[in-house]
C-alpha cells in the first residue's frame, strides 16, 4: 500500500469500520488505514480530558503513515475532540456530527428529532446545538445508551437476539410517539439498527457513518484530493489489543470475511 496517500479512519473500537465500508465504497481506488483503539474502548465513559487525550494519540499515529485526511469515525470523538486532531495537522479532518444532524433536520417532517450516543456524546449536546443552528424551533430530544456499544463489540448483534431487543425496548420506549427521525449518533449503533427499527417503528435512522462517509467524497472529488491510482485500494487494519479474532468481530461491520486481518499497535508508547 502507498501509505502517503490514505485516508485515515479511527474509532474507539470496531464501529468505525461501518465508515471504512462507506468509504470503500464511495471512493473504490483509495487506500484506507484504521485504527481501532480496542484496548481502550468505550471512550464515551471517559472524562473529556481523557477523550481528548485518546484522540490526540489515535490521530498522531494515523499521521505517522503519513495520512492525506483524517476521519474520527466516533461519536464521542467528533463531539468532544475534533478540534484537537487539527491543532495538529493541516491535513482535513472530517467527523460524524455535521452532516448527520443536516441529514436528519432534512428528513425530518415533523422537526422532532431523537439523537442517542454514549453519555459523554449526550452530555456535550452537540447534535441538538447542529440541529438547533438550522432551526431554532426544531425539537430535539436525547438519549444515552451505553449498553448498546458492548453489546456490539461483544457480538449481540442478530435479528433475533432477545438481549438486544430488551435493551432497545429499554432506551428507546420514551422516544415512541414522540419523534419521526432518530440519529444513531455511535458508529456502533448502525450494527444493531433493525433492533432499533422494530423499538421504533416508522421513524427514520440516520447513520452518521454513512453521511460523514458521503461528505468526505464530495469534498475530495470538489478539491481534488482523490487518488490517481485506477486500481481498487487496499485496507490496513491496526487495533490496540490482542488481534486475534479481529476478523469475525469486523465482518460484522464489514459485510465480508475474506482477506481481514489487524496489526497490534502499542498505542501508550508511541
Not at 466516533?74 to 495538529?88: F, K, P
Not at 472529488?221 to 479481529?246: I, M, Q, W
Amino acid at each position: 500500500m502507498s501509505q502517503n496517500s490514505a485516508i485515515g479512519v479511527f474509532d474507539s473500537g470496531l464501529g468505525g469500520l461501518c465508515a471504512v465500508r462507506e468509504l470503500s465504497r464511495l471512493l473504490p481506488n483509495e487506500n484506507i488505514i484504521y485504527f481501532g483503539d480496542t484496548g481502550r474502548v468505550p471512550y464515551g465513559t471517559k472524562s473529556r480530558e481523557t477523550i481528548r487525550k485518546y484522540t490526540k494519540e489515535d490521530a498522531r499515529f494515523l499521521l505517522s503513515h503519513g495520512v492525506k485526511a483524517i476521519l474520527a469515525a466516533c461519536g464521542t470523538v467528533s463531539s468532544n475532540a475534533l478540534e484537537c486532531i487539527r491543532d495538529i495537522t493541516d491535513v482535513p479532518v472530517f467527523g460524524v456530527v455535521e452532516d448527520a444532524a443536516k441529514a436528519a433536520y432534512n428528513a425530518s417532517r415533523t422537526k422532532r428529532i431523537g439523537v442517542i450516543g454514549t453519555q459523554a456524546t449526550v452530555n456535550s449536546g452537540i447534535f441538538k446545538r447542529k440541529i438547533e443552528a438550522i432551526d431554532p424551533n426544531a425539537v430535539v430530544l436525547q438519549k444515552a445508551c451505553p449498553l448498546f456499544v458492548s453489546l456490539v463489540e461483544y457480538g449481540f448483534t442478530a435479528d433475533g437476539d432477545e438481549v438486544t431487543r430488551l435493551a432497545c425496548e429499554r432506551y428507546l420506549a420514551e422516544f415512541e410517539g414522540e419523534i419521526d427521525t432518530l440519529i444513531m449518533g455511535c458508529t456502533h449503533f448502525p450494527i444493531i439498527k433493525e433492533h432499533i427499527a422494530k423499538a421504533l417503528p416508522g421513524v427514520t435512522l440516520i447513520n452518521p457513518a454513512k453521511e460523514a462517509a458521503k461528505a468526505m467524497a464530495a469534498e475530495f472529488n470538489a478539491k481534488g484530493l482523490l487518488s490517481s491510482s485506477r486500481e481498487k485500494g487496499e485496507v490496513r487494519y491496526f487495533v490496540s489489543d490482542d488481534p486475534t479474532g479481529f476478523a469475525a468481530s469486523a465482518s460484522i461491520f464489514l459485510g465480508e470475511s475474506e482477506g481481514i486481518f489487524a496489526e497490534k499497535v502499542d498505542i501508550d508508547k508511541l
